[in-house]
C-alpha cells in the first residue's frame, strides 16, 4: 500500500452523549446529516468506517430523551452507524454513560489493530479517551479531534493529544440540518 493510500481511510468515533450535551448547549439541532458531517471532516478521504457510542436513559425515569435517543439511534443506523449502547449507571442518584470510553477506545485500537483505517476521528473532549488516542498513535494511525471549542472550558486533552483539531461550528451543524 502506497504512502498516499495509508492516509486515505478515516474512521470516525462518536461520543453521541457528549456531542449532544455540545449541540444542546449551543441550541442546535440534533436531527442533522451525521454522514455529512463525518464527510465534510473527512475532507475527501475514503471513510471506512463509522461508530456511534451512547448509553440511553432510562426510560422509567426520562421517558422524552429515551425516545429521542432511540429516534437518534436510528437515525444513525439509517445513515449506516455501527451503534454501540451500553446501559447507563446510576450511582449515589446521578445517572452516568460509564462503558461509553471504553467501548469507543477498544473499537479504535482494534481497528488499527486489524488495518481499517489510516486515521481515525474521535468526535468527543472525554477526557478518558486519551490513552486510546495515544495507543492508536503508538501504532502509526493519526487522530483527529471534531469537537466544539470552548474557551472557557480546561478540558482540551484530546485536543492536545490528537494529530489535528478540526472546530465544529454552528455553521457546520445549520448546514447539514435534516
Known amino acids: 500500500m502506497t504512502a498516499e493510500k495509508q492516509q486515505n481511510r478515516v474512521s470516525a468515533f462518536i461520543d453521541v452523549g457528549w456531542l449532544l450535551d455540545g449541540l444542546r448547549g449551543q441550541g442546535m439541532p440534533w436531527r442533522i446529516d451525521y454522514v455529512g458531517l463525518v464527510d465534510h471532516i473527512a475532507g475527501g478521504r475514503t471513510v471506512t ?3 456511534a457510542y451512547l448509553a440511553p436513559y432510562p426510560g422509567e425515569c426520562y421517558p422524552k430523551k429515551e425516545t429521542a ?3 437518534l439511534l436510528d437515525l444513525l ?21 460509564q ?5 469507543l477506545a477498544m473499537d479504535m485500537f482494534e481497528q488499527a489493530i486489524n488495518d481499517n483505517y489510516d486515521v481515525a476521528v474521535v468526535m468527543s473532549r472525554r477526557p478518558t479517551l ?15 479531534n471534531a469537537f466544539f471549542e470552548y474557551q472557557a472550558d480546561p ?9 489535528r483539531f478540526f472546530r465544529l461550528t454552528g455553521e457546520l451543524v445549520y448546514n447539514l440540518a435534516l
Open 69 to 71: 435517543q432511540r429516534e
Open 155 to 163: 478540558s482540551n486533552e484530546l485536543r492536545d493529544a490528537s494529530d
Open 49 to 51: 468506517g463509522k461508530f
Open 77 to 97: 443506523a439509517g445513515q449506516g452507524f455501527n451503534n454501540r449502547v451500553t446501559t447507563m449507571q446510576v450511582r449515589g442518584g446521578m445517572y452516568l454513560d
Open 130 to 144: 486519551r490513552h486510546a488516542i495515544e495507543a492508536a498513535q503508538r501504532h502509526g494511525r493519526k487522530v483527529e
Open 99 to 103: 462503558g461509553v470510553d471504553v467501548m
